[in-house]
């Protein structure tokens, strides 16, 4: 039985793609704003520093071997729809490495939604009740079929993220840990995380890809 639509062709209208999600960001610090309604210092601050973050994830993500495999199987256009918003560091760290692996297909394309401007899709995909992102929804590109979601942040992260919590971690040191471990991991767990997500949401058989 198909999920209900979510996503309309209404929401990808309005949706942007890197390049554009990029220039957005830019545009908005040059006035020294974010996304979102809420402009205040600190997070215009997180803004311009998660530029730095995608601009060094762009150089440091290189695929790797299975994952472009798995790639090169699949036979099925998808759209991947991705909730964010620019102040968040979790975004900054993932998005380059969704991009660099949307990017290696001819069949997929990637696209951006805000967050705080799209609250009906957001509420949709929830995590542990809250509006955690970025998240990543699949979507089969010529009906538009959710064929599965991904986010916020890889298994280890969340982890951690859990544990800071648990533990009343303050923010600054969590963040600090967070985004260390981004910095060691330079997007390898994704491209790990995305493999099985790749071929279970393209119908790949796995005996497929493991002769290529």
Not at 38 to 55: C, G, I, K, Q
Not at 113 to 133: C, F, P, Q, W
Not at 186 to 209: C, H, K, M
Request: net charge negative.
């Amino acid at each position: 039985m198909q999920k209900q639509q979510t996503i309309t062709p209404a929401h990808l209208e309005q949706a942007m793609d890197y390049t554009q999600y990029v220039t957005f960001t830019e545009q908005l610090l040059s006035e020294n704003k974010t996304t979102g309604t809420n402009h205040s210092a600190d997070l215009v601050e997180y803004t311009r520093m998660n530029l730095h973050r995608m601009r060094r994830g762009e150089k440091s993500c290189v695929l790797t071997s299975e994952l472009l495999d798995t790639l090169q199987s699949i036979d099925r256009e998808m759209v991947w729809v991705v909730i964010t918003e620019a102040w968040c560091g979790d975004a900054a760290q993932n998005l380059p490495g969704i991009v660099k692996i949307a990017e290696a297909s001819p069949l997929i394309d990637v696209k951006f939604l805000m967050r705080d401007e799209h609250l009906d899709v957001m509420d949709a995909y929830l995590t542990n009740g809250g509006r955690s992102i970025p998240k990543l929804i699949a979507l089969d590109a010529e009906t538009l079929e959710e064929l599965g979601t991904w986010g916020p942040r890889p298994e280890p992260a969340q982890q951690l993220v859990l544990d800071a919590k648990a533990q009343k971690m303050d923010f600054k040191e969590m963040a600090e840990k967070l985004h260390g471990w981004y910095g060691k991991d330079r997007s390898r767990t994704l491209q790990q995380e995305f493999v099985p997500l790749i071929r279970e949401w393209a119908n790949v058989d796995e005996t497929i890809t493991e002769s290529i």
